[in-house]
């Protein structure tokens, strides 16, 4: 484990929500040089120990982060570099993976300008089918998580980058170059075949925790869990139902209660 004072690291971001993808574009992403993924570094669990092992500023990280009401003060962010650094364990590079609303894009800015970032969403009616056909109810905020994805989708609208987890399902080669160049990593054919082999034969069920597809579909394509009150809230939303217009999905119920979306066929 490298010391404090190694060279930082230049640290590129996924800001997310859970079950928008974050975790397998993470990896896969990483998986051509073996890059080092922070995985929710900032909380809300302490990961220092297995399947993780990051080192024990991470709990001391997350818990300062959020006793000061989630804002990166100078301790919080002395505290994120240090994690940064350790988890790099003397990689350039490092992959920090943020599935939640936490950080604030003014403070984000301001205290890490070199970093770089992107915003990658999902359909918001399948993200909240991920969520309730998992029963990851706990995960799920008031109004049917509705408040917290209008929060982050704003927020992506003045994202110099942003995907969306149907792009990697359509056309996985295109997500990855488009998110590579965000980043602004060189590479070449052979890292992009070993990034696609990566994401073809692994899924991510739960941030690092992998899991197996028994279908081509994914579990929120097979059968819909959402209940009725929530879906007609969210099409009933003018910022949901025109960014979803904006986006090419459909803001027909029906389409979503009799489960007619099909997988998008992948690229040859």
Request: proline share 9%; glycine share 4%.
């Amino acid at each position: 484990m490298p010391t404090t004072d190694h060279p930082s690291p230049k640290v590129c971001w996924i800001f997310s929500l859970a079950r928008c993808g974050s975790s397998i574009a993470a990896y896969a992403a990483a998986a051509p040089w073996g890059i080092p993924v922070a995985d929710e570094p900032f909380g809300p669990w302490d990961r220092t120990g297995p399947p993780y092992h990051y080192p024990p500023e991470q709990k001391t990280l997350k818990e300062l982060y959020w006793a000061v009401g989630e804002h990166l003060t100078p301790a919080v962010v002395h505290l994120a570099d240090v994690v940064f650094r350790k988890i790099a364990a003397g990689m350039p590079t490092v992959i920090s993976k943020h599935p939640h609303d936490m950080i604030r894009p003014a403070e984000f800015a301001r205290e890490f300008p070199h970093h770089k970032s992107v915003f990658l969403l999902r359909n918001p009616l399948l993200r909240l089918n991920s969520l309730y056909a998992r029963q990851w109810i706990k995960a799920i905020g008031p109004n049917h998580d509705l408040d917290r994805y209008k929060l982050v989708a704003r927020r992506s609208l003045h994202a110099s980058h942003r995907l969306m987890y149907e792009d990697l399902r359509r056309n996985p080669a295109a997500f990855f170059r488009t998110l590579w160049e965000a980043w602004e990593w060189p590479y070449t054919q052979a890292d992009l075949e070993a990034a696609l082999t990566y994401q073809k034969n692994n899924y991510h069920a739960s941030s690092r925790a992998l899991g197996e597809r028994s279908t081509d579909k994914v579990l929120s394509e097979e059968r819909w869990a959402v209940p009725d009150q929530a879906l007609t809230e969210y099409l009933a939303d003018d910022f949901i139902s025109g960014f979803m217009r904006d986006h090419g999905w459909s803001t027909d119920p029906d389409y979503y209660r009799q489960m007619q979306f099909r997988t998008p066929p992948q690229p040859a």
